[in-house]
């Protein structure tokens, strides 16, 4: 996309040609003042008279002088309407001759590919080129020139950009860009020379830009670009410099493209210097007198090798501690003092709070949907408080959970005229906030098995909470009305709404004609006791109906004689859940608990429910990242009665244990309906790789994964020998239609009367 106004330089263009002309076209006989008895105008096609008449200095019965004629001329001119601008003298009148320029009737663009159309004619119109705007051939001569110079910032170097201007009826013409883009010019190689203590695979493993390989056709990683070339340079100081090598130096960078355009081989050449040690770190200047306080924050140690990022680790963290104290713009020097000879480095910290601030007012700017107000309220800065960055970054982060921006900045501006005091803007970024959710699955049982939800996180702006749920699969179904509103009271309890109704069609060898109909609604409240935490608390109400059909399970026959075909339900919720991951869609770090407790006191059915998550990601080296998630789930019927058939945990597919098909697992009945039970447990392992080429995209990994689990009886003991267990191989990936998640898992403990469905896949889309 081109930025927003890439022709900046073409309005002083012409501008410096208006000047010229004025100066050109200025009377060349001095006429001596006489009193303007009229004014004509020659040469109007389009433009209004007024507008002509509005730009002149003079009207009739004015006295007429030379000096008034010139700024007549250079105000016309000005106007950018006219290619030339004459003034004649015909005894008391005064004559204007205009040429008026052509009028741009349209612009098309053929051949291009590489950009999209709306920014690009934005962005030509930004610069005096569009649809009615007067025709300039300097200006169409220089945008030629950037859309070339856009297409190198691609790669795509062979590109050439042809402008044709046809002239049509009315003074009017149409204006043709034809690109001729070509094929992207690949990196064929990257080499690193002058190194001698990395070799340089682990170098070039830290870039971004890589020769072309199998994944490059994705990741567009072997596309030059300059921008890139340099951080990934930076990247490697960094390294260098992070092992002790404080003088490293990049000598020299050379880029050479083929002459055909179509590769780039990219050179690069190192001085490593000698490893220094660090001897001591000392703190100078003003610590507000608290320099043991700051000490502990110090991230490097004597006896160490000199480590950048731990300098700059330190530095942000003094920043950060002056920030809690109010200083928002306190300067922290770090200076190395360096001994060549031994190998030593000392280095100084000098710190200068400058003065302390207080937050005089907080804007938001670029929640184009989002108001105002669902910002504001995770602010835990306030204004006309004093400058704490503590709480400043606390809130930045609570802007960032809502999940509806793609960038959260926070800004720190000084109020002119008043140095103690600080505006704060937060810039965000807004993202596509709703979700389309398909799900399949293929088994010989049921074939095609289709879920889908439409989901929206911020409807209307508001931060609420709206859903639809529908599961069409030949024995669930399910419609689900869901909102959430987060801040249902001012101090951010939340209250949450679901309406629902459910058939349940549990497959037996007898028949598939019986159904288990639930419909019921629940509400439930957030209380939230920490930041991070957050407590549930709700209620609802279930009608549970029994079908009569001949192929009803034994189980549910059972239960439907002894305590009838239809069953009156009012569960209690009580939950907690906490979440510390570093991202919900591709988490690669962090921690998810989850504990949910439901309980039916009243009614025909009564019973208690509880459901344990625990879910932990580690970064491992190379990129990779290992994930586990835990599951408990067990139930209890109360008053004499058996947990209810209709509560069952199910178990086997996509979130429990791959490789068996969905909710196969568990007990079953002596039909042979699968019915799930009382009791579940799931553990899975995944090991998540990056795809070679893909650089540090995150949003295409594949894995492997470990599942193990069952659902049991509530009288059932558990017992290792009746876990099920598989291993397989799948792919994550962001895709451009949404998140996109393929398993394949092979059973690797089970029964033989279990079914099993190998392949699964899911996949969602934002809108």
């Avoid at 003094?318 to 020097?333: H, K, M, S, V």
């Amino acid at each position: 996309m081109f930025p927003v106004s890439p022709f900046g330089p073409l309005r002083h263009c012409a501008a410096v040609v208006v000047a010229a002309a004025a100066v050109l076209a200025a009377p060349a006989q001095a006429v001596e003042p006489f009193v303007l008895k009229d004014i004509r105008i020659e040469g109007l096609q389009r433009t209004d008279p007024g507008t002509v008449f509005a730009a002149l200095p003079f009207r009739i019965g004015d006295t007429y002088t030379d000096d008034k004629g010139s700024t007549a001329l250079r105000s016309l001119f000005a106007t950018g309407l006219f290619k030339d601008v004459r003034i004649e003298i015909e005894g008391e009148v005064a004559v204007i001759i205009v040429d008026e320029r052509s009028i741009i009737a349209g612009v098309t663009f053929v051949g291009l590919k590489e950009f999209d159309k709306d920014p690009l004619s934005k962005s030509l119109r930004d610069a005096g080129i569009g649809e009615g705007l007067p025709f300039d051939r300097a200006l169409i001569d220089r945008a030629e020139q950037e859309i070339k110079r856009q297409y190198l910032g691609r790669s795509l170097y062979g590109a050439e950009v042809v402008t044709t201007i046809t002239p049509i009826e009315r003074n009017r013409v149409n204006v043709t860009f034809t690109m001729t883009e070509g094929d992207a010019a690949r990196i064929a190689d990257i080499r690193i020379t002058g190194n001698k203590v990395f070799d340089s695979s682990t170098l070039l493993g830290l870039f971004e830009l890589t020769p072309s390989g199998w994944f490059t056709w994705y990741s567009k990683t072997d596309r030059y670009s300059r921008t890139k070339l340099n951080a990934d340079l930076e990247k490697l100081r960094a390294y260098y410099v992070n092992r002790g090598y404080l003088e490293f130096a990049i000598e020299s960078t050379q880029v050479t493209i083929s002459p055909d355009k179509q590769t780039i081989s990219v050179a690069i050449s190192v001085r490593e210097g000698q490893p220094y040690t660090v001897t001591s770190v000392r703190l100078e200047g003003d610590y507000l007198g608290k320099e043991d306080e700051f000490r502990a924050f110090v991230a490097l140690r004597p006896g160490q090798p000199y480590r950048g990022d731990a300098v700059a680790e330190t530095t942000r963290r003094f920043t950060d501690l002056f920030g809690l104290y109010g200083y928002a713009f306190a300067r922290i020097e770090q200076r190395p003092e360096i001994d060549r000879a031994t190998g030593q480095v000392a280095v100084v910290l000098s710190a200068d709070p400058a003065r302390r601030v207080y937050v005089r007012r907080i804007d938001v700017a670029g929640n184009t949907r989002t108001r105002d107000e669902v910002i504001r309220r995770e602010f835990r800065q306030l204004e006309s408080a004093w400058y704490d960055g503590g709480l400043i970054k606390l809130s930045k982060e609570r802007v960032e959970r809502l999940g509806y921006f793609k960038d959260v900045d926070v800004e720190t501006n000084e109020v002119p005229g008043a140095p103690d005091q600080v505006d704060l803007v937060v810039n965000v970024t807004e993202k596509p906030t709703g979700n389309l959710v398909v799900g399949a699955g293929y088994s010989n049982a049921e074939k095609f098995t289709f879920t889908a939800s439409i989901k929206q996180d911020n409807a209307f702006g508001s931060g609420n909470y709206l859903g639809i749920e529908v599961n069409t699969s030949r024995y669930n179904r399910a419609l689900v009305l869901s909102t959430v509103d987060p801040y249902f009271t001012v101090d951010g309890i939340s209250r949450a709404i679901d309406v629902f109704y459910r058939v349940s069609r549990p497959f037996n060898s007898l028949g598939d004609a019986y159904d288990l109909t639930t419909p019921g609604a629940a509400i439930r409240f957030g209380v939230p006791f920490s930041e991070y935490d957050t407590v549930f608390l709700g209620a609802g109400f279930e009608r549970t109906e029994i079908g009569t059909s001949a192929g009803i399970p034994l189980s549910y026959l059972n239960y439907r004689t002894l305590y009838g075909n239809k069953a009156n339900a009012f569960p209690l919720t009580l939950g907690w859940a906490r979440d510390a991951r570093d991202s919900v869609l591709t988490p690669s770090a962090g921690r998810y608990q989850r504990v949910n407790l439901e309980a039916s006191l009243f009614g025909d059915v009564r019973y208690t429910r509880t459901n344990l998550q625990y879910q932990e990601f580690w970064g491992l080296p190379f990129r990779m990242s290992l994930g586990v998630n835990a599951e408990i789930g067990f139930g209890k019927g109360l008053g004499g009665k058996p947990f209810p058939v209709f509560k069952n945990f199910y178990g086997g597919g996509l979130g429990t244990v791959r490789g068996f098909e969905q909710g196969s697992l568990g007990v079953v009945d002596p039909t042979g309906a699968y019915i799930g039970g009382a009791k579940r447990f799931n553990l899975n392992t995944s090991l998540y790789f990056p795809v070679p080429g893909t650089g540090n995209d995150k949003s295409l990994r594949v894995f492997a994964f470990v599942d193990t689990g069952n659902v049991w009886r509530e009288d059932e003991k558990v017992t290792g020998d009746s876990l099920r267990s598989s291993v397989g191989v799948g792919l994550s990936w962001i895709s451009p239609v949404g998140p996109l998640q393929l398993s394949y898992g092979k059973p690797v403990q089970f029964l033989r009367n279990d079914r099993i469905q190998r392949f699964q896949f899911q996949i969602g889309t934002a809108f």
